[in-house]
Every structure is written in structure tokens, then in C-alpha cells.
């Protein structure tokens, strides 16, 4: 797993492309798409999500960061992995 | 209970007319191994197989009246059939059985068409009226029994199952694809279609007259139907408790009519519990319960059963079913439904009711219909919060109510409030719209439509489900208060296209089980209808005023309960260990989904990946795939087989 912002960004939109919107057209997927919007990710589904992050990234997502803006796009999810791994 | 088929028009040998109603209700067997019966009059003809349980020595089909010239066949129960014949036998007809079929031939006789009106029960019926040369058809008010019609070759054909109009119609089982983008959505066809073109389902509640040159006319006899807001009040909340609980009561004591011993399915909730209770009340002693358990706590009520068990003394069968069972037994249970499904909850149903059958047992009462009459579904409240929120939409006080929903999930919607109220705040521009309710569990649903094929999903590039759905509603429903908009919506799309048969009907009568619903009474219905929206859910307390019906029938921890839905697991029915079994690798795997074109085949690979890693979580993975599956059974039965 790639760990620079564009390898964070490739996997999770293959992840997306491939376990959500269940396509391998890279133009179904705009990174600032929203996936709720697109009912891509339901309130279930981010969950999957989730749990893809904390085992490809080495993050633990805490309660407080279950939060749409953090989830809601391909920009919006490469954004919360880098600000989740920077040294506080 | 029983089953039914035959067909009327052009007329054919008589030996040739009772050939073909052979080859239909043989395919019924399940539904009535007690014996066959024909009637078979120039183009008309009837054929019966029956599930002796009233008048087990004169209550054989074809019935007909005194004269010879009324005749009829019919699945289900007349439950009021004794005070019917009463009057009919002070206005002077004679009967020659004890069963409660004849009723439906002499009430003919005396009110004609309008003879439907006046029965309680669960019955599809089909009368030949030979004098006047016309086939009537009838289904109950709310579609507990089915009947399904084609109209092929000059005739109009009919069946309790659409085996048997397959049987005497081969090569006309077709997947209709409109139909099918329906049930992957609301999770049944609407009514008439069913999921094979050019056979439709006859509507619950209405009678089907087909004259001798042809003609047809479909009138609808009952409907579910609410008060406009402001009605009158008839009562206290106290008074309506009282009137309910003898409501039910009588709903229960008219199903307890049988020449055959009764049983009933307990699941710990408060609705089975509830029918039960009054059973043992009835004087019914020893009463046989059977209830199912499962080995994932998410879905198990074992605790609450044994409660119940404990607190009337039943005599109790417990089905343990696991996840490889309900794999195993998910293509005789499609097989059985004849359509696509979207949750394998039916499968360990028809399980149980092998359990009943093995241990005697014909007749079940079960509290199937509660949720829908008394507002007892978590969508209910869903769509309470939702509108209460829409009123202040910057409250953040409101939308947090949605936390105390879907408490029986472990990968509940609601357990990260800020996700949820994103959610659920999506569709509130359809907040006036009598689908508003149902615009999450559809749009959630709708995500199985991504796996079609190309070419029709390009068909349905147009379609707008939500307006399509509500173009079909009656106009009052635009004039009711919020929750009967939503309960009429509910009591259409899940109780009657999905719930009824394939939770009801077809998984009991796989195995010759009737199943007996004292909440769909109509009685009980119309009186529900009629109480104020804040008697059914109060606050956030669903059943609000069948639970206080109860009071002192139940423990208070099952009076009390929270709703828990029945369910059962879902994909993860179809993998042992990350393995599919060998049905599910063939049916899913590329060759065959190409072959049979109804999916893209690239999308369900990754679907199945998914589902074989055990990483789909939420309901909308899990509604496509056994969506797919179910209607990849439905193509291999039904099309591909057949045509071999």
C-alpha cells in the first residue's frame, strides 16, 4: 500500500470503484462525488468503508470522527487519512 | 386450505379439458394432498386439491348449490362461515355438507356479485355460474391467498400458483424485466403484475367477473382506508383498549374452527405472543407452539420464547436453524415463491413448517399483520422522526430521536448519529409525498438495480420509482394523516407483495401448513383505521394501544418489548468458511449469469468476492445478493429448465 496522498488516493478509489460501486470505469467515480448524495454508501455501508482504512492505513477511526464530511468523497477520505496519520 | 386451477373460454373435449386441469393441479400437491376434485362445463373448467381441515368426510370440491348450476372451488377459510349459513338457512337453502365452502355457493345465490362482501376469511375463490354462463374469481381483502391468471389461447387460465399455469401453458414463463426492476425495489411486483410476463396476480380485495363473450370487469370490494383528518373520535382510549381486546379475542376464537388439531408459531414478540395468550384465554388447552432460533444473536429470540413458553405452558417445538440450513434450502423455497426475493427469511419458515407438518399439525395461527395494522415497524417511527425534524431542520435535538431506532442491529443505521443524520436527512424534499416513509428502505433497496444488465438498466434510465409507485395510489391517500399514508404504502408493498407470500402462504403450504392471522381480520383492520394516529405510536412507543389491550394477558417484559422484526442471515447463508455452496459458485459464476442476461456479470463477481470475504455489512449488499440469486433460481427453474 502506497503511503504519499496519491497512493492514498488511488487505493481508496479502487476500493470504492470495486466494493461499493461494484465497477472497474475509474469515470464512474469523481473524487468529489458525494457518496451519500449518489447513494453509493448508505449509514451501514461507511462502516465497510471504515474498516478498510483502519486495516490498509494502520488508523483507528474514533467515534467522535464518524462524521459525513469525512467520509462523503474520494477528496474528503484522502483528506481524513492524511490529517488521521500526521504527527499531531 | 387448498389449492385451485382451471381456465374458462374456448372450449375444448371434455377429456382433453380434464387432461389439462390434471396436469395443473398436480403441480398443487403441496398444497392439498388430501385429494383432487374437476368440474369441467363446456369452456369452463375447475379443479381443486385439497387440505382437509373443516368437514373432513363431505367437504370435498367442487361444491355446488341445490340446483347443480352454481359450482365452485376455493383456497382458504370462511371463518364466519357458520353464522352465514344460519341466515342462509332461515332464507331457505338447503346444504348438503357441514363445510364452509357451500356458504360461498348459496351466498351467491342471494346477493350475486356482492357475495364476496360478506365473508371473513382468507379464501380465493373461483364460482362458475353455469346458468349465466360467467367464472367469477375472488382473493381476501388483504392477499393472503394467491391467485394468479393469464389470458392465453382464448382463455382466461387461473391458479393458486403460477406452476400451474405452466403446466398447461409451456413456454410461456418469461422473466418480465419491468416487473423484476419492481421487486428489487419495493420488494414485490405491484399489483397485478407478478415476475413473469403475461401472468398477473388477481389484486387482494377485489372479484373478477368474466362473462361468456369475453368481457371482463374487476371491481375492487375492500380496501384498506382511513379517516381524513378531524374525524370524530368515537371513544376513549380506554373504552377502544377494551373494544380491542375483544376484538381479537373474537378474531381469534372464529380461527379456531377446525376438524383438525390447531397450532401456533410463537417468536417472543409481542404479536405471536399475544395470539397465543389468547388462545390459552379461548379455554384451548395444551396449546402446540413452534417458534425458530438462530445461532447469531442479532436474530435470535430464544430468550423471549422460553418466556412465553414458561408463562402459558405450551407445549413447545424449537427449530434451530443455521446458516448452512437456510443455503441448502433456499432453491426449494424460490421454488416455491416463484419470484425473486430479497431476504432469505421465508426459507427457514418453510422449515418450521415441515417441523409442524412432521409433528401433525395442519393449521397455525401466527400474529403476522400486527406491525402493519398497529404501526409497530421501526420505518414508522423513522418517518415520525424524520417529519418532526423537517419542522425544525436546524434542531439538534430531533434528529438525535433516530437513535433510539434499529436498537435489534448490530451494525445498526442509527449508532453513529452524525452518519445517520445524514442519511435519514436525504429525501426530505418528498416530505408531503405519501412515499416519504419509504424513500430510504427504496432508495437502499435500489442499489440491486446497479447489477443489471446494461441494456436494461438503459431500459429503466426513465423510470422513477417513487413517482411510478405513487401514480398508483388511490387519490385518498394524498388526504390521510401521515402514518395511514404510510401503513396503506406498507400494507401494499411489504405485507401484500412480499410478506403474505413469502413469509405467509407459500412457505407453510410448501408443506401443507395453513397459517391463520387473527390481525388480519378485516374487523380489526377497519377498527385500527379508524384510531387516532397517536393511539397506534405514542412518542416513540410503537403498538401504543394494542399494548394496552393486552394488559394483564402478557408478562410485562413481553408487553413492554421493543419491536424486533423477524429476520434471518442473509449472504452469509450462502458460504461456508469464505466457500460458496456448489449451487450458489454455479448460479453466480460468470457463465451463467451471461447465459441468463438478466445481470452484468463483471459487477456480480465483485459482489460475490465481497460476500465471500464476509465484508458485506450493511442491508443494501445483502438485499442484492440474495436478489440475484433468488431471481437466478427463479430463471433456472422456471425458464432455463423448462425449456430444456
Known amino acids: 500500500m502506497s503511503n504519499d496522498a496519491t497512493g492514498v488516493r488511488s487505493s481508496v478509489r479502487?476500493?470504492?470503484?470495486?466494493?461499493?460501486?461494484?465497477?472497474?470505469?475509474?469515470?464512474?467515480?469523481?473524487?468529489?462525488?458525494?457518496?451519500?448524495?449518489?447513494?453509493?454508501?448508505?449509514?451501514?455501508?461507511?462502516?465497510?468503508?471504515?474498516?478498510?482504512?483502519?486495516?490498509?492505513?494502520?488508523?483507528?477511526?474514533?467515534?467522535?470522527?464518524?462524521?459525513?464530511?469525512?467520509?462523503?468523497?474520494?477528496?474528503?477520505?484522502?483528506?481524513?487519512?492524511e490529517r488521521a496519520r500526521s504527527p499531531a | 386450505m387448498c389449492g385451485?386451477?382451471?381456465?374458462?373460454?374456448?372450449?375444448?373435449?371434455?377429456?382433453?379439458?380434464?387432461?389439462?386441469?390434471?396436469?395443473?393441479?398436480?403441480?398443487?400437491?403441496?398444497?392439498?394432498?388430501?385429494?383432487?376434485?374437476?368440474?369441467?362445463?363446456?369452456?369452463?373448467?375447475?379443479a381443486h386439491a385439497r387440505l382437509a381441515v373443516i368437514d373432513l368426510a363431505t367437504g370435498a370440491q367442487p361444491i355446488a348449490n341445490e340446483r347443480g348450476d352454481v359450482w365452485t372451488v376455493f383456497n382458504g377459510e370462511i371463518f364466519n362461515y357458520r353464522t352465514l349459513r344460519t341466515e342462509l338457512e332461515r332464507r331457505g337453502h338447503r346444504f348438503a355438507t357441514q363445510s364452509d365452502t357451500e356458504v360461498i355457493v348459496h351466498l351467491y345465490e342471494e346477493h350475486g356479485d356482492r357475495f364476496v362482501e360478506h365473508l371473513n376469511g382468507d379464501f380465493a375463490i373461483a364460482l362458475w355460474d353455469a346458468a349465466r354462463r360467467r367464472l367469477l374469481l375472488a382473493r381476501d381483502r388483504c392477499g393472503v391467498r394467491p391467485l394468479f391468471l393469464a389470458r392465453v389461447a382464448g382463455r382466461l387460465w387461473f391458479g393458486s400458483e403460477i406452476k400451474a399455469l405452466l403446466a398447461a401453458l409451456p413456454g410461456h414463463?418469461?422473466?418480465?424485466?419491468?416487473?423484476?426492476?419492481?421487486?428489487?425495489?419495493?420488494?414485490?411486483?405491484?399489483?397485478?403484475?407478478?415476475?413473469?410476463?403475461?401472468?398477473?396476480?388477481?389484486?387482494?380485495g377485489h372479484l373478477l367477473a368474466v362473462e361468456d363473450d369475453g368481457c371482463e370487469s374487476l371491481a375492487c370490494y375492500w380496501d384498506w382506508s382511513f379517516p381524513e383528518p378531524g374525524a370524530p373520535r368515537r371513544t376513549s382510549v380506554e373504552q377502544a383498549a377494551e373494544e380491542l381486546r375483544e376484538l381479537l379475542s373474537d378474531a381469534v376464537r372464529l380461527r379456531l374452527q377446525a376438524d383438525v388439531p390447531l397450532g401456533a408459531y410463537l417468536s417472543g414478540g409481542l404479536d405471536s405472543s399475544a395470539t397465543v395468550a389468547l388462545m390459552c384465554a379461548l379455554g384451548q388447552r395444551n396449546v402446540r407452539t413452534f417458534s425458530i432460533a438462530f445461532d447469531e444473536a442479532e436474530f435470535d429470540e430464544s430468550a423471549e420464547q422460553a418466556a412465553m413458553v414458561r408463562h402459558l405452558g405450551t407445549d413447545h417445538t424449537v427449530l434451530r436453524c443455521s446458516r448452512r440450513a437456510i443455503g441448502e434450502a433456499f432453491p426449494a423455497f424460490v421454488?416455491?415463491?416463484?419470484?425473486?426475493?430479497?431476504?432469505?427469511?421465508?426459507?427457514?419458515?418453510?422449515?418450521l413448517a415441515r417441523q409442524v407438518r412432521e409433528a401433525g399439525y395442519k393449521v397455525v395461527l401466527t400474529g403476522e399483520g400486527a406491525d402493519e395494522v398497529f404501526g409497530g415497524y421501526d420505518l414508522f417511527k423513522e418517518a415520525k422522526v424524520r417529519r418532526?425534524?423537517?419542522?425544525?431542520?436546524?434542531?439538534?435535538?430531533?434528529?438525535?430521536?433516530?437513535?433510539?431506532?434499529?436498537?435489534?442491529?448490530?451494525?445498526?443505521?442509527?449508532?453513529h448519529a452524525a452518519l445517520a443524520q445524514s442519511f435519514f436527512g436525504r429525501g426530505m424534499e418528498h416530505l408531503a409525498r405519501p412515499v416519504f416513509a419509504h424513500v430510504p428502505r427504496w432508495t437502499s433497496s435500489q442499489h440491486a438495480l446497479r447489477f443489471l444488465a446494461p441494456e436494461l438498466r438503459a431500459g429503466l434510465a426513465d423510470w422513477n420509482a417513487l413517482d411510478w409507485y405513487e401514480e398508483r395510489l388511490p387519490p385518498a391517500t394524498r388526504r390521510w394523516g401521515p402514518l395511514a399514508r404510510d401503513q396503506y404504502v406498507e400494507a401494499k408493498s411489504l405485507l401484500a407483495a412480499y410478506l403474505l407470500p413469502a413469509q405467509g402462504d407459500r412457505p407453510a403450504m410448501a408443506?401443507?401448513?395453513?397459517?391463520?392471522?387473527?390481525?388480519?381480520?378485516?374487523?380489526?383492520i377497519e377498527f385500527a383505521n379508524a384510531l387516532p394516529e397517536h393511539w397506534k405510536i405514542r412518542g416513540m412507543t410503537e403498538k401504543y394501544l394494542l399494548r394496552r389491550a393486552l394488559h394483564g394477558l402478557l408478562p410485562?417484559?413481553?408487553?413492554?418489548?421493543?419491536?424486533?422484526?423477524?429476520?434471518?442471515?442473509?449472504?452469509?447463508?450462502?458460504?461456508?468458511?469464505?466457500?460458496?455452496?456448489?449451487?450458489?459458485?454455479?448460479?453466480?459464476?460468470?457463465?451463467?449469469?451471461?447465459?441468463?442476461?438478466?445481470?452484468d456479470a463483471p459487477a456480480v463477481g465483485r459482489l460475490f468476492e465481497k460476500c465471500r470475504r464476509g465484508r458485506a455489512i450493511g442491508f443494501a449488499d445483502n438485499q442484492a445478493f440474495v436478489g440475484i440469486l433468488s431471481t437466478m433460481l427463479v430463471h433456472e427453474h422456471f425458464v432455463r429448465q423448462a425449456a430444456a
Open chain 2, 511 to 524: 408443506h401443507s401448513v395453513e397459517g391463520r392471522f387473527p390481525f388480519l381480520d378485516h374487523r380489526v
Open chain 2, 556 to 599: 410485562e417484559a413481553i408487553r413492554t418489548r421493543t419491536k424486533q422484526p423477524y429476520r434471518a442471515p442473509d449472504q452469509s447463508s450462502f458460504f461456508v468458511d469464505g466457500e460458496p455452496l456448489d449451487y450458489v459458485a454455479e448460479l453466480m459464476g460468470e457463465a451463467r449469469i451471461r447465459a441468463a442476461g438478466w445481470f
Open chain 2, 4 to 46: 385451485i386451477a382451471g381456465f374458462f373460454g374456448t372450449p375444448d373435449a371434455p377429456d382433453t379439458a380434464r387432461r389439462t386441469l390434471e396436469r395443473m393441479i398436480r403441480t398443487l400437491h403441496h398444497r392439498g394432498p388430501d385429494g383432487y376434485g374437476f368440474h369441467v362445463d363446456g369452456g369452463a373448467g375447475l
Open chain 2, 173 to 204: 414463463a418469461q422473466l418480465d424485466p419491468a416487473s423484476l426492476a419492481q421487486t428489487l425495489t419495493y420488494w414485490g411486483p405491484v399489483e397485478p403484475g407478478s415476475v413473469f410476463a403475461g401472468i398477473e396476480s388477481l389484486p387482494p
Open chain 1, 14 to 81: 479502487s476500493y470504492i470503484l470495486e466494493n461499493l460501486l461494484f465497477s472497474s470505469d475509474p469515470n464512474d467515480l469523481p473524487d468529489d462525488a458525494s457518496l451519500l448524495d449518489r447513494g453509493i454508501i448508505d449509514s451501514t455501508g461507511v462502516l465497510e468503508l471504515v474498516l478498510f482504512l483502519e486495516e490498509n492505513f494502520g488508523l483507528q477511526v474514533k467515534a467522535s470522527e464518524m462524521l459525513p464530511q469525512n467520509f462523503d468523497s474520494v477528496n474528503a477520505i484522502t483528506a481524513f487519512v
Open chain 2, 335 to 351: 421454488r416455491q415463491v416463484e419470484t425473486p426475493v430479497l431476504r432469505t427469511a421465508g426459507a427457514p419458515l418453510m422449515l
Open chain 2, 388 to 415: 418532526f425534524w423537517a419542522r425544525q431542520p436546524g434542531s439538534r435535538f430531533r434528529p438525535a430521536l433516530l437513535g433510539r431506532l434499529y436498537g435489534y442491529l448490530e451494525n445498526s443505521p442509527v449508532q
